[in-house]
């Protein structure tokens, strides 16, 4: 029974590092699923709860600015159509 807890603990820190890769590359749909992962592997990875946590916030962050960006880009295009309006 020992060998199999410790075959899950490697194969959780195999995940750990694929979604750590993840992270890097800005991909944090595949870094949450790869900390999930672990987690269902080892429950008490620490690194794959933090890693987790890390990849929600950070695909909640990106979705954000990506909802925002073109809000914004859209604002300074109708401020410079105004400013040539008033010239």
Same mark, same amino acid.
């Given at each position: $029974?020992?060998?199999?807890?410790?075959?899950? +603990? !490697?194969? &959780?820190? @195999?995940?750990?590092? #694929?979604? %750590?890769?993840? $992270?890097?590359?800005?991909?944090?749909?595949? +870094? !949450?699923? &790869?900390? @999930?992962?672990?987690? #269902?592997? %080892?429950?008490?990875?620490?690194?794959?709860r933090t890693g987790a946590e890390k990849a929600k916030k950070a695909?909640?962050?990106?979705?954000?600015?990506?909802?925002?960006?073109?809000?914004?880009?859209?604002t300074e295009k109708l401020a410079r159509q105004w400013d040539e309006?008033?010239?």
């Amino acid at each position: $029974m020992l060998a199999a807890g410790c075959g899950n +603990a !490697a194969k &959780a820190r @195999e995940a750990v590092a #694929r979604g %750590d890769a993840a $992270m890097e590359k800005g991909d944090f749909d595949a +870094a !949450a699923r &790869a900390y @999930e992962e672990a987690l #269902r592997l %080892d429950l008490d990875n620490a690194a794959a709860r933090t890693g987790a946590e890390k990849a929600k916030k950070a695909g909640n962050l990106d979705g954000y600015l990506k909802s925002v960006v073109p809000i914004i880009d859209e604002t300074e295009k109708l401020a410079r159509q105004w400013d040539e309006l008033r010239q």
